[in-house]
């Protein structure tokens, strides 16, 4: 009788199905589980490895009323790691509704996450060692890791049944892909197949004998210092720390300490064929460990160490009368604000610096934040980060129970992480005690690249606060930048490490592992760290907008954009002041003002890079700062080449491509309202608002920007300055290889004599061959764009109405050919040969004209002309006239949308740039045409209600400028046929060119915009705080004989001499008309009324007298009233509607007998009204003419002329 049906017998199969069963794992036991892999058993195994010992043990664990599981197969090792490529679960002792109340307890704890599916898989093998002290299950068919949570060394080299177990293959999301096949997850204990030594020994043929000697850790202590050649201890203890294994040289070791009441024995074991150690230790663990010998450790400055030798054993499970050390106490939770107070502050170069503490902490991983970067989140509150650890092989997956031991606990050591953080380093040990139920899934904020995340921390060691920082960056700048701005993604991590390091500046001394690990007291990295509540918050682009958009409206009240004694504001003057309104808002926290905003309570930052607007944007000419996320509007500023720290608009195109952080910056809401308020009690009610929008956008300055990666251009313009450029982040690479083409090109550069006059060849013809023209210019006159109705010069541009402009340049050189673009480089020699210098206009419409906003006057540039030799592309094209006329005009040039302009430094033999005049010199002098720089200190947006193209309409903008002297002007600016300007904000200083001097009828000077003017931001300033130049001091004296526009606005030192006039009036908000009870118009419909005043006195500064005219908000502070006093004056008027006082004129009062008259009369007599004052006010340029006046003395008469005084306006009242 074959052997086959001897199995069959003896196991007596009870139908077909258990036949087919039983031969199935006949077969499956006889082909992978053959005599020969029991190695070194003995022969008696030969025996207890038959077919029906196996299936013995399978019924034993087997749950039901069957005999045998003939639902399960047996799966070889090669088979499990081939067929199987989804994570799975296998056990055999489930009925079906404990499968399902196990995939049910694991969809609660884990909503989101999928649950393992359960498999009917049978695996049997060998427990053997693998590298690096691994444990692996093996058979015939090959071998597979095998992750245990408390292996026993008794089941090395033992074959072994698993009833319960978890596979997850190297596949899945969130794994790394080196892994060899995946992994098995032994859950519980396996089924022994053969007997073993007696409990809790290890298979060694000299474990016993050293077993039996064996000696405290106190008693080892004293034997320490006393080293005898060949001696070998046994020592007995309980597990105090475990370390994680490290490669070091390579050399694989790990160390474990041995305690007892009062002494420690540090242990190493390096030894290859003990590594497997690491899996059986676990702190509390009770242990003998035998033939240990006395060594010296030389990379530790401290004393001897035990370590492991060949004959070594470990004894688990060890029971001693003095071992009887309770088990280390453990942490479940953590109260965020019971763990504040403990901790020690200290401060370290102005940086606040904490200090952790050291703890012992169990839980269950809830989220896998960044697998590669070490970083999860335990019970959803507490984090974990072990980074300072090396990278455990089996990665943590949500749902694995861990026991930590000796773990830092920091409190806050970085705001974008939760507040209460667990840090291992190298002396912590983390065991998973249970493993999770679900699969694992890849968190949204990981990034491929991350991994380069720990290298970069083991290389630089920073600090914890500042490793964490720049793992949030990784993640936040893998969704604003892949795909679109940066191709590779593991560019983020090396980038976000670059970042850190320029905001928070480098890492720390050199890190020392045996110290680390061996030392007490203990010291690491984590004892101290950084506690700054204020580390930038990086941003999106698109982020950044839609908070600034959302909260723009919705954290303002229309009562607060109204000026000062807004109550008292008629209708149209309430709709004129809510047309327009900014808000402001800076990166900086310290410079910000307190809000209620969710973002603004960190410093910000932003990465992206600067691009000119886009080809199909029609009324965006601003530069744009872009990410993968969206793109924003910028007012960009820079250093001027002439002025020594002065500023200028941005004109150097090498920052286009160029991947940049911008730290500080400004955030510009600008709010446009069209609305009809009858009166300010209407406010509150939306259906008086018929339109309103925002515009967003930023204001910075290029000296503050970072460069993370520059464009060509940009390292081609550090180069000539004499910088070096640091940036190795990205785009390093393609930098090389156009370098390499460049350098190539320039040993193969052949000059070729031209027939032209025009044109010089220089450049490769040969391969990379990318042929175009160029010529330098220099901008001198630059005109506003404007949508004008343009023909279809260009192929691809349709006619009407274009966005466009025109510059007006000089041509400094001949068209010259080259092979590739030559960007910004050097000026060559062939650039500059002309002896004359043409004048030529460049017209930039469609595409083109999205260089409006990097073209400046003064400034040089080359302009280019791609896939083409032909030097007539670039030669403007004159004006046909009649014969005999002579026509005095330039030559056009149409820029093609395909066209690039570089900037060039300026040559040192060119002349610079012609000054500006100021405001001053503008009232001054007698020109029509002026260009001139000055600070906005005010502006009011003028709405085109008569237009057919919308609500909300900004068709003009009066700015009020002033410079350093106080001196101010009125300028008003035409938008009804030009893009509207960003950046014309109270404290921006601007430059105006080419805007039309005029003088208006009462002899005031005003600038107008014209069709060739142009505006540009040349500085910026404090937008939320806008403190103008103060007007310059006058005397009266003199500001009434002068004629000059010098004297528009001045400060006055003065007392008061008398009250002239006083009138309080109710008034229709309407119509203006007198307001009692109802309007006195018959045909205003109006019900709302406003309380307007309005007051006249004399005022003398021992120079002269002068009359000054006090309105609105002024008159209250001028008659020393009291709100409540100033409130009930206006109540006692709602009947009578109005009064007038006239102080100096008592005949002219209609009833003496009036309480209300008399209380005004003595109130504008009193000592506070008639005081020392200090006015800011503006004198009225309406033409007086001089009075005739005739005087007497004694018996003579005498006819004089008499200057009257000048008539003032105040604008601002500060009493003395």
């Known amino acids: 009788m074959d052997s086959l049906q001897l199995f069959l017998d003896q196991l007596k199969p009870s139908g077909e199905a258990e036949t087919t069963w039983l031969k199935e794992m006949f077969s499956f036991l006889s082909e992978h589980l053959s005599p020969e892999l029991s190695g070194p058993a003995p022969r008696a195994a030969d025996d207890l490895l038959t077919g029906v010992f196996v299936v013995r043990k399978i019924q034993e664990n087997m749950a039901g009323p069957h005999s045998f599981p003939v639902s399960y197969r047996p799966v070889s090792v090669s088979g499990l790691l081939s067929l199987q490529h989804l994570a799975c679960v296998s056990n055999l002792s489930w009925s079906t509704n404990q499968q399902r109340a196990w995939a049910k307890e694991a969809g609660i704890s884990l909503p989101g996450h999928l649950t393992l599916p359960r498999v009917n898989l049978l695996l049997i093998g060998y427990l053997r060692e693998g590298r690096a002290g691994e444990w692996r299950l093996t058979d015939t068919s090959g071998s597979v890791r095998c992750e245990c949570l408390s292996p026993s060394p008794l089941w090395l080299n033992r074959p072994v049944f698993l009833p319960h177990w978890n596979y997850i293959p190297h596949n ?9 096949g995946g992994y098995v997850e032994l859950i519980g204990s396996p089924v ?89 230790v676990c702190v509390g663990q009770s242990v003998c460990v035998t033939a240990l010998r006395v060594c010296v450790l030389r990379g530790w400055r401290g004393n001897n160490i035990l370590c492991v030798t060949d004959q070594s054993d470990l004894h688990t499970n060890y029971t001693h009368t003095l071992l009887d050390t309770p088990p280390p106490l453990m942490m479940s939770h953590v109260d965020d604000e019971e763990c504040e107070e403990p901790e020690r502050c200290v401060n370290q170069s102005g940086v606040r610096m904490k200090k952790s503490r050291v703890i012992s902490y169990q839980g269950t991983v809830t989220k896998v934040v960044s697998e590669g970067a070490g970083l999860y989140v335990i019970d959803r509150k507490v984090g974990l980060c072990m980074a300072y650890q090396p990278t455990m092989r089996r990665k943590l997956r949500a749902g694995d129970s861990v026991e930590l031991h000796h773990v830092h606990f920091l409190y806050r050591p970085c705001p974008d992480f939760p507040p209460s953080m667990l840090c291992t380093c190298l002396r912590s040990s983390l065991r998973v005690t249970a493993f999770s139920r679900v699969a ?92 700054d509540p204020t580390v930038p918050q990086c941003i999106s682009v698109s982020e950044l907008s839609r908070s600034l958009e959302s909260d723009c409206w919705s954290l303002v009240s229309l009562s607060s954009l109204l000026p000062a004694g807004g109550s008292s504001l008629t209708r149209s003057q309430i709709n004129t002041a809510l047309a327009w309104s900014c808000r402001t808002l800076t990166s900086n926290l310290q410079e910000r003002p307190q809000t209620g905003d969710r973002l603004w309570r960190r410093p910000l930052l932003v990465v992206g890079v600067l691009e000119l607007p886009s080809q199909t944007s029609s009324c965006d000419l601003t530069l744009h700062l872009r990410d993968t996320t969206g793109a924003v509007a910028c007012v960009v500023t820079e250093t001027s080449e002439e002025e020594e720290g002065g500023q200028r608009a941005a004109f150097n195109t090498a920052w286009l491509g160029c991947l940049v952080c911008v730290q500080q910056f400004t955030m510009v809401t600008e709010r446009f309202l069209q609305s009809d308020f009858p009166s300010y009690q209407h406010l509150d009610q939306e259906e008086y608002i018929t339109h309103r929008h925002c515009r967003v956008y930023l204001q910075f300055s290029l000296d503050h920007l970072h460069i993370l990666s520059p464009s060509v251009a940009m390292v081609t313009h550090l180069g000539q300055r004499g910088e070096e450029s640091g940036w190795d982040v990205t785009g390093r690479k393609q930098r090389e290889e156009e370098e390499g083409e460049a350098h190539s090109a320039g040993k193969k550069r052949r000059r070729e004599a031209s027939a032209s006059a025009v044109t010089a060849t220089t450049g490769p013809v040969g391969g990379g061959f990318r042929p175009c023209i160029s010529m330098v210019i220099r901008v001198e006159q630059k005109e506003a764009a404007a949508w004008r109705n343009m023909t279809a010069r260009l192929k691809g541009e349709e006619a009407g109405l274009t966005l466009c402009f025109s510059v007006r340049a000089t041509v400094i050189g001949p068209v010259v050919s080259w092979g590739r673009d030559p960007k910004n480089g050097p000026m060559t020699d062939k650039e500059t040969e002309t002896e004359s210098e043409d004048k030529v206009v460049l017209v930039l419409s469609g595409g083109s004209a999205r260089w409006f906003p990097l073209l400046q006057p003064g400034c040089f540039y080359r302009l280019t002309a791609p896939n083409t030799q032909d030097p007539s592309v670039l030669i403007g094209c004159g004006v046909s006239g009649l014969n005999g006329v002579e026509l005095h005009t330039d030559s056009t040039l149409q820029v093609g949308s395909d066209w690039r302009l570089h900037t060039l430094p300026r040559p040192l033999l060119q002349a610079r740039s012609p000054t500006v005049r100021s405001v001053s010199d503008i009232l001054d002098c007698r020109s029509e045409l002026v260009c001139f720089q000055a600070q906005v200190c005010d502006r009011i947006s003028l709405n085109d209600r008569t237009s057919d193209s919308g609500a909300g309409v900004c068709a003009g903008v009066r700015l009020t400028v002033c410079d350093q002297t106080g001196r101010t002007l009125q300028v008003y600016l035409d938008l009804s046929h030009t893009p509207y300007p960003p950046g014309l904000l109270p404290g921006n200083k601007l430059l105006l060119s080419s805007f039309q001097r005029r003088v208006s009828r009462s002899g005031g000077v005003y600038c107008s915009s014209l069709p060739v003017s142009s505006i540009s931001v040349i500085a910026l300033g404090d937008t939320s705080s806008v403190r103008p ?41 309407l119509c203006g008309s007198l307001y009692i009870q109802t309007c006195s118009s018959s045909q205003c419909p109006s019900t709302s009324s406003v309380f307007q005043s309005k007051a006249k006195l004399v005022i003398d500064d021992g120079t002269g007298e002068a009359h000054v005219w006090f309105s609105g908000a002024l008159v209250r502070p001028l008659l020393g009233l009291a709100d409540s006093e100033w409130e009930g004056l206006q109540r006692a008027l709602r009947v009578r509607g109005h009064v007038r006082v006239y102080p100096r004129g008592r005949s002219v009062v209609c009833d003496p007998d009036d309480p209300l008259l008399h209380f005004l009369l003595c109130v504008c007599s009193r000592d506070v009204v008639c005081r020392q004052l200090s006015l800011t006010c503006r004198k009225q340029n309406k033409p007086i003419s001089e009075d005739m006046k005739r005087f007497s003395r004694g018996e003579r008469d005498f006819l004089t002329r008499v200057t009257p005084p000048p008539q003032l306006t105040c604008l601002h009242l500060n009493s003395d």
Not at 513 to 530: A, G, K, V
Not at 1045 to 1052: L, N, T
């Open 172 to 180: 899945i999301p969130g794994q790394d892909q080196e892994e060899a």
């Open 192 to 280: 022994l197949l053969c007997p073993g030594p007696g409990q809790g020994l290890a298979v060694s043929p000299a474990g016993g004998a050293g077993f039996s000697r064996a000696v405290g850790v106190r008693e080892a202590a004293g034997l320490m210092d006393n080293r005898t050649r060949g001696q070998r201890l046994s020592v007995f203890g309980l597990m105090g720390t475990v370390c994680p294994q490290l490669v070091v040289a390579g050399t694989t070791f790990f160390c474990f300490w041995l305690t007892d009441d009062s002494h420690a024995l540090r242990v190493l074991v390096k030894d290859r064929s003990r590594l497997w150690w690491t899996q059986c």
């Open 440 to 531: 694992a899934s890849s968190p949204d904020s990981s990034c491929p690249g991350d991994g380069a995340l720990p290298r970069l921390l083991l290389e630089k060691n920073t600090g914890v606060s500042e490793y964490l920082w720049a793992c949030h960056l990784s993640s936040q700048l893998t969704h604003s930048l892949v795909p679109r701005v940066l191709k590779k993604q593991q560019c983020v991590c090396v980038l976000s490490w670059k970042l850190m390091e320029y905001v928070l500046g480098g890492g720390g001394g050199r890190r020392d592992i045996y110290s680390e690990m061996l030392d007490e007291p203990h010291t690491c990295p984590l004892t101290q760290y950084r506690a």
């Open 1029 to 1069: 130049p103060p007007a310059p001091m006058m005397h009266l004296g003199v500001w009434a004989v002068s004629r000059e526009q010098r004297c528009i606005v001045g400060q006055v030192r003065c007392h008061v001499v008398c009250f002239l006039f006083l009138q309080l009036q109710w008034s229709c908000s």
